[in-house]
């Protein structure tokens, strides 16, 4: 009796290590590598397993998109800046639960020549390799496969409620501050001089601004995302929107050519940039969705009635006030740029009934920004006062 059920334990522990084995096993991608040839540009994904893939492309600007399913990455940080030949730049992450995507920039019309899977062999793990070739736009266009959408509602022309009268219907509750982590997935931002990635310092920071809330207890946290997974920039609207946000805060990190400069900023939206800078900036973070292989060629009944309750000046007005608050608590721990609170029309601050504003907390391309950003004290330190700012913003309402 006592050796079979030491034989039914021993049986049992041998197939726990064999599931548990089997949750660990993932498809990993270890680098990606781009070959120039005379008459094409090879990418080729190295993974530690074969994997079915989907490649198609896309339109101004011109794309090829490469979707798998999940994947861990490892590859060398050098591969976000990989390109040549044809390609021009590229990115990779995750796109959305369950599938993994490679985005690449084409610098003109490109066509997929073969793609295909070398099996694993003589000690090398299994390799995606897609064959580009130049192609004219007329032939790029006409490979494209038209996406299945959705049937077309008409838009409407609902009249969201102010701010005020949020707060006056939820006055029993706390109210809920969203954090929204810029980028994300296969979208990484910006790339710091010592290869950090803006979507994981920006995530990072927004846990960080979420703890130091909650340790005040009287407001709600949600976060956008809370892990590394892009979200396209009209759904983080509607997360906010559908959560009954009071307050809606995007955090970001920028980067620029010349490392010299530094310095955070605070931005609320407007329709007309307050300066140049501004505008390329608000140009550079609307590009999101297209960094992300998102086809943007048709709008949701839900982007027309955005721009059309835009009209409500009171939104924009919290939000200024808002910014106005966060100023002062800021400039005591960061450099901050010239007229540190700007205006541009930032699609990811667009909710017409959420207070909304996007913080640059400085630059990656500077390296004391950078070392700023991804140090841990410091990163605290920014979020209490951030936290300070929201609890005297909601404050001043009250009164």
């Not at 504003?357 to 990656?364: A, F, K, N, P, R």
Request: with cysteine.
């Amino acid at each position: 009796m006592f050796a079979r059920k030491y034989i039914c334990i021993c049986l049992f522990a041998v197939l726990c290590c064999a599931l548990a084995q089997g949750a660990r096993a993932e498809v990993i991608a270890h680098d990606i590598r781009i070959g120039i040839h005379s008459s094409k540009t090879r990418v080729v994904l190295d993974l530690s397993a074969e994997v079915k893939f989907r490649i198609f492309a896309l339109a101004d600007p011109y794309r090829i998109v490469v979707d798998l399913p999940d994947i861990a990455w490892q590859v060398p940080p050098a591969a976000a800046r990989g390109k040549g030949g044809l390609i021009g730049g590229l990115r990779y992450g995750q796109y959305q639960p369950g599938n993994s995507r490679v985005v690449l920039d084409l610098r003109g019309p490109g066509m997929v020549a073969k793609s295909f899977i070398v099996p694993a062999s003589k000690g090398r793990e299994p390799r995606l390799v897609i064959d580009i070739k130049k192609g004219t736009r007329q032939a790029f266009l006409a490979a494209l496969k038209p996406e299945k959408t959705a049937p077309a509602r008409p838009a409407t022309t609902r009249v969201a409620p102010s701010p005020k009268a949020k707060s006056n219907r939820r006055s029993l509750q706390k109210p809920l501050v969203v954090i929204d982590p810029g980028h994300g997935g296969v979208d990484p931002g910006a790339i710091g001089v010592g290869g950090s990635f803006e979507k994981a310092v920006t995530l990072g920071m927004a846990k960080q601004i979420r703890a130091a809330i909650l340790a005040r207890g009287e407001q709600r946290v949600l976060l956008t995302r809370s892990r590394d997974v892009f979200i396209p920039l009209r759904r983080r609207v509607a997360i906010a929107r559908a959560a009954g946000a009071d307050l809606f805060l995007s955090v970001h990190a920028d980067s620029i050519a010349n490392r010299r400069v530094r310095g955070g900023g605070i931005y609320t939206l407007s329709e007309t940039s307050s300066d140049k800078e501004t505008e390329a900036l608000a140009a550079k973070e609307n590009r999101a969705d297209v960094i992300a292989g998102v086809n943007l060629s048709g709008h949701d009944d839900e982007v027309a009635s955005i721009l059309i309750d835009l009209t409500q000046r009171e939104t924009m007005n919290y939000s200024a006030s808002f910014a106005s608050a966060l100023v002062p608590e800021l400039r005591q721990l960061i450099r901050m740029r010239r007229k540190p609170h700007r205006f541009a029309g930032f699609r990811v601050l667009k909710a017409p009934d959420v207070p909304s504003v996007l913080i640059e907390l400085g630059y990656l391309s500077n390296w004391r920004d950078e070392k700023m950003l991804t140090n841990a004290k410091s990163r605290a330190a920014i979020a209490t006062a951030i936290a300070r700012a929201i609890q005297n913003y909601f404050k001043a309402q009250k009164s």
